[in-house]
């Protein structure tokens, strides 16, 4: 179990670091980074309280606090994954909206044109 807890925790540290190069590198915007820097420090700090792991274990009804650390862990990363399909759908349908838009306003700016020739002949 220390071994898993170990890369477990290394795991935390390279995803809080890619996290933040991202951020530095405008890969990814600040308020969206603030899930997966959330998550990154839960797993940190679960793998290394052996204490709060065994009775996170103990309330979940389960035997051994690495496999309650995995199970919380992926639980986390599910719901961080949800909120991005949210935010990803919310952008699609405004990306929807915004070319429907544009193409109404190309419609008018060209029947305006198509008047201003007929009136100039």
Known sequence: MDRLLTILAWFSVLLGVLVLTSVRRAHIRVEYSVSWLGAAAALLVLSQNRTLLERMAVSLGLADGAVALLTLAGGVFLVVLYR????????????????????????????IDEEAQAAGN
Request: charged share 25%; proline share 0%.
């Open 84 to 111: 991005f399909s949210l935010i990803i759908s919310r952008l699609k349908d405004s990306n929807i909206a915004l070319v429907q838009r544009l193409a109404i306003l190309e419609f008018r700016l060209e029947s």
